[in-house]
């Protein structure tokens, strides 16, 4: 009876004993003796990992208009962040130029606000694009502000050749979670493929793709499903370039993850070590890559915002403390870290900076970057990770059962099954079946929800905006810009890559609205399927 | 009016893609046995007052969390108004700063729910109001 009230099941449905020993790492699977930098990568994608260089730090940013945008960057970037991590208006995720009604109210709302190139040859200025590598957090309108990207690069001098960075732009989880979806789901992941065939080619250091498990989970996933759903997502992008007949090793070692560390420190911890020696199978192995490096799951960690509360915020800090442990444990290549005032307002400088001290701090003080996967041997870890292998596995037989990811986002039978997820988790969380402190124990009764603290939406920025759009048009090549689009809709219409059009129209200055149009008059709009 | 009788439409206004919270009041307004309609993503306030009319609901539900809640309830109060729901009950949910709440009520929005409001709640005031028309 004892036992049974305390029986201890993780979130991925793995049920966690009194005590590990040798005999249980056997039992799962036997011991992974595979050393970091050696397939499967199980401890780590490099031999030294943070010994030789600790994660970049790349806290998300970016807002109102390209000016303030670039002031937010030269201020994180004085402060000792080597990444920037780039948050778009909505009016700009979702394919609408700024003074389309779309976008009234919206605009530089949530993110920096992109019309056209200009805004970002304003937005980068003065950044050195070898030093500091960026990340696009964009999906919907992906293929244009890569295209974007690219060009604003090019003008400035830098070789293709070399360029790094990231995009975001996997549209298959903005399906299943954060829902900036423009085109239905084939032709939205046909231009995902047509930016990895397009870097491969000419800008092959760059990552076209970050495969997000993060919303996912966000959305209501387990840790395990975050991981197995990742992959099914990432394989069927890379179906579709083995489909071009690119060569498996010409793009696999671009694609790049995304993963959440809220919820259970050994199980997060567990996740990323079988999702590491996961991948590396599934690439090695099932697609035969011949380049090691190809079988790298290359990951940002971090963010952990479902697990913030708004009651008692304070205990974010403590919380984002732990989820910056977890993201260091994990062996990422890239952390960003929520900011303890994030579930009520935009992070304020003084919140940002406490993020990322918070990440420093474990490197410089606490001896996260002294040796690789410091976990590694311990008998719970390692059978936890056989455990959450299988489970990951499970996720993804799951996934190919419904006909496969893109038929199983297509039908919204991935969207219901997470969001009744969601709804347990929330139910979990009012009984006080799943604690959470300060929300259903160790409440105060003088406690005080702090308010919600919006920026006021800047009515001027937008005008602002607006008026730099209307400028640009006029002093743009008018003729250019309706040779280029023509040449997108021709382009699009015969199914062939976008990207060589897309650059061209983004360098005659031809609008993010402008070109959305186009596609979406090729490829339609999606409509979601209303499934519970 | 029995609980089975009430219809309830949640709609997400705007360009807003958090729809975590807005499925889950779904799901809990079919556990309370309502009848219900989810709108989906990205509805503009014309689109929603016309879901709401063709099915005929008694609450319409809207979920915002993009801060942009004042002009997509004003809006909604014109439309919802010139199409003969004024009795209906009005309810909104969301990221809303207390100053807000008054002025969203003083709208016609009886019930305003911010993030951290309890699940049974939203459910008991909707089985409390659902019949009383507006004064």
Same mark, same amino acid.
């Given at each position: ?532 | ?12 206004? *705007? $360009? ?10 779904? /799901?809990? +307004?079919? #556990?309370?046995?309502? %009848? ?24 319409? *539900? $809207? ?10 309830? /004003?809006? +909604?109060? #014109?439309?919802?108004? %010139? ?24 709208? *016609? ?27």
């Amino acid at each position: 009876m004892a036992d049974e009230l305390n029986k201890v099941i993780n979130e991925s449905g793995i049920e966690i004993k009194t005590l590990y020993t040798p005999e249980d790492i056997e039992k799962s699977g036997g011991v992974d003796d595979s050393r970091s930098g050696e397939p499967p990568f199980t401890r780590g994608i490099h031999a030294e990992m943070y010994r030789k260089r600790p994660f970049t730090m790349r806290q998300y940013a970016g807002f109102a208009n390209a000016t303030e945008t670039n002031k937010r960057f030269q201020y994180l970037i004085a402060n000792g962040q080597t990444g920037l991590n780039v948050a778009f208006d909505l009016a700009t995720q979702c394919g609408y130029d700024s003074d389309a009604p779309e976008a009234f109210g919206e605009v530089g709302r949530v993110g920096m606000a992109v019309d056209t190139l200009k805004d970002f040859e304003i937005a980068f200025d003065g950044i050195d694009l070898e030093k500091i590598t960026v990340s696009l957090t964009i999906n919907g309108t992906a293929a244009i502000l890569i295209a974007m990207y690219l060009a604003m690069a090019e003008k400035r001098g830098y070789d293709l050749a070399n360029l790094r960075g990231t995009a975001q732009n996997d549209i298959l989880k903005e399906f299943i979670g954060r829902g900036t979806w423009i085109f239905p789901v084939e032709p939205s992941v046909k231009l995902v493929a047509d930016t990895i065939e397009y870097c491969a080619k000419n800008a092959p250091k760059y990552s076209p793709v970050s495969v997000c498990g993060y919303h996912i989970r966000e959305s209501g996933s387990t840790p395990a499903e975050e991981m197995g759903y990742a992959f099914s997502i990432a394989k069927a992008y890379t179906d579709l370039a083995l489909e071009r007949g690119m060569d498996i090793d010409a793009f696999a070692g671009r694609l790049s993850f995304n993963f959440n560390i809220f919820g259970n420190l050994f199980e997060q911890v567990a996740k990323f070590r079988a999702g590491r020696r996961h991948w590396a199978k599934i690439v090695l192995d099932g697609y035969g890559a011949k380049n090691p490096k190809s079988g790298w799951l290359r990951m940002i960690a971090g963010g952990g915002g479902f697990g913030l509360t708004i009651e008692q915020p304070e205990n974010n800090i403590m919380r984002g403390a732990y989820y910056a442990l977890v993201g260091a444990l994990s062996g990422a290549q890239t952390m960003a870290l929520c900011c303890y005032d994030e579930a009520y307002t935009i992070p304020t400088p003084k919140a940002q900076r406490l993020s990322l001290r918070t990440m420093q701090l474990l490197i410089e003080e606490i001896g996260l970057a002294d040796t690789v996967d410091p976990l590694g041997g311990s008998y719970y870890i390692e059978t936890l990770t056989n455990e959450m292998e299988d489970k990951i596995v499970e996720a993804m037989d799951w996934v190919d059962r419904q006909g496969g990811i893109v038929k199983a986002v297509s039908d919204g039978v991935i969207q219901a099954k997470v969001s009744e997820h969601a709804f347990r988790r929330q139910k979990d969380l009012e009984s006080g079946a799943q604690r959470k402190v300060g929300v259903n124990c160790y409440v105060d009764e003088d406690d005080e929800v702090p308010d919600v603290d919006l920026h006021p939406y800047d009515e001027d920025g937008g005008r602002v905006q607006n008026e730099a759009l209307k400028e640009v048009r006029k002093s743009r090549d008018q003729t250019e810009v309706d040779r280029s689009l023509d040449v997108l809709l021709d382009d699009a219409s015969s199914d062939r890559n976008v990207m060589p059009a897309l650059i061209a129209a983004v360098k005659a200055y031809a609008s993010v609205g402008e070109m959305t149009k186009i596609l979406g008059d090729v490829y339609g709009r999606y409509d979601e399927p209303i499934r519970f | 009016m029995s609980a089975e009788k009430i219809k309830v439409l949640i709609a997400k206004p *705007g $360009l807003d893609g958090h729809d975590v919270g807005a499925k889950i009041i779904v /799901r809990a +307004m079919m #556990e309370a046995g309502f %009848d219900t309609v989810y709108s989906g993503l990205r509805r503009t306030p014309e689109d929603i007052v016309q879901l709401a009319k063709e099915e005929d609901v008694d609450v319409i *539900g $809207l979920s915002i969390l993009s801060g942009s809640h004042m002009p997509l309830c /004003r809006k +909604m109060r #014109e439309l919802l108004i %010139d199409a003969g729901m004024a009795d209906k009950l009005w309810v909104v949910g969301g990221n809303i700063p207390k100053r807000d709440r008054l002025p969203l009520a003083n709208l *016609g929005f009886r019930g305003v729910f911010p993030t951290e409001t309890r699940l049974h709640d939203i459910v008991d005031f909707i089985r409390e109001n659902a019949s009383w028309p507006m004064n």
